[in-house]
């Protein structure tokens, strides 16, 4: 089971930290991630981690938001600043299973993958509006 928490409504250029609590479940060797959707649109990774700490980051968010695990208490956050209207969603947090989830590599730069249908645990979402 997957929980958010931070979720609210900031204006252009403000901070918020998403949390999502995992529980009945042990999540160190899976991908983690945090997924977004606006209506009309479909849901799309934002940036997710393995468990070996490596990141994907969406190009539009990559250098304003971080993602960070503690396995020892099951707890996935992410830091977002600098935030745009564009950034207004629905915000998920999501789990693959326990063997970890594909990988893929560029030159030396490996990422775990960010394609919704690899994960298979989601909490409810939390909401993220940013007002101009």
């Known amino acids: 089971q997957l929980a958010e928490s931070g979720g609210g409504s900031v204006e252009t250029g403000g901070s918020l930290r998403l949390s999502c609590v995992a529980s009945g479940y042990t999540y160190s060797g899976s991908c983690m991630g945090w997924f977004r959707r606006t209506p009309g649109k479909e849901r799309e990774a934002v940036t997710v981690?393995?468990?070996?700490?490596?990141?994907y980051y969406q190009d539009s968010v990559a250098g304003r938001f971080t993602i960070s695990r503690d396995n020892s208490k099951n707890i996935l956050i992410l830091q977002m600043r600098n935030l745009k209207p564009e950034d207004t969603a629905t915000y998920y947090c999501?789990?693959?299973?326990?063997?970890?989830?594909?990988?893929?590599?560029?030159?030396?730069?490996?990422?775990?993958?960010?394609?919704?249908?690899?994960?298979?645990?989601w909490g409810q979402g939390t909401q993220v509006t940013v007002s101009s």
């Open positions: 981690i393995d468990g070996d700490g490596r990141t």
């Open positions: 999501a789990a693959g299973g326990w063997l970890g989830c594909t990988t893929y590599c560029s030159g030396d730069y490996c990422y775990p993958t960010p394609k919704v249908a690899e994960y298979i645990h």
